[in-house]
């Protein structure tokens, strides 16, 4: 499975690409890539974090056409939507991402990963619920594996926000799915 996550430097995206990785070649012992990429301006600049995931060799290490897109900022989405493979996954937050039309007929998840971080008292961990909810939509990894890559990735005392915030995502995207059958059968 290819992967990527963007977004503008500074909301650690990056360091989610990371951790994923960590999480499926490290936890889970998967054969994993992940390549990043950031503009010159680290803080405010565009940035992505590229992650392959597989059980078998990898043949290349570079993301042309993502099966999964989490966009965390208009331009990113602008920018890579395009690319996602069709019938693609594209995870978004709609405080930043209104216009996803470039996406094509992607499947496409909201998840309010800024609000819920601004909820749980720390805006800075907005990535960590994005990456909750990557998990929850595309389980290309296990989420208990993925909580372990998380904590031990997280700065020493912030262990219990993190793991708030991954938990928060995941069943944000899982409530969502649990509830789109009841909707559906109501037609």
């Not at 331009?75 to 594209?90: F, I, M, S, V």
């Not at 290309?140 to 372990?148: E, H, M, R, Y």
């Not at 944000?172 to 799915?177: E, G, I, P």
Request: net charge neutral.
């Amino acid at each position: 499975m290819e992967l990527r996550l963007s977004g503008t430097g500074g909301q650690g995206l990056i360091l989610a690409g990371v951790i994923l990785a960590e999480a499926a070649g490290i936890y889970e012992g998967k054969r994993v890539v992940q390549t990043q990429s950031y503009g010159p301006e680290a803080q405010g600049g565009a940035s992505r974090s590229d992650v392959i995931i597989s059980a078998d060799e990898i043949l290349h290490t570079e993301v042309e056409r993502p099966d999964v897109l989490l966009c965390l900022s208009q331009e990113a989405c602008a920018k890579y939507a395009k690319d996602l493979k069709p019938g693609g996954t594209l995870i978004i937050d709609p405080l930043f991402v209104r216009d996803h039309s470039a996406a094509g007929g992607a499947r496409v998840v909201a998840v309010e990963a800024t609000r819920i971080a601004t909820e749980l008292g720390r805006k800075l961990v907005a990535n960590v619920v994005a990456l909750g909810a990557l998990c929850g939509t595309t389980n290309v990894v296990d989420f208990a594996t993925l909580k372990t890559a998380v904590l031990a990735r997280a700065p020493k005392g912030t262990e219990e926000l993190n793991r708030k915030a991954l938990e928060a995502g995941y069943e944000a995207v899982r409530t969502k799915a649990a509830a789109a059958p009841a909707a559906d059968s109501r037609r």
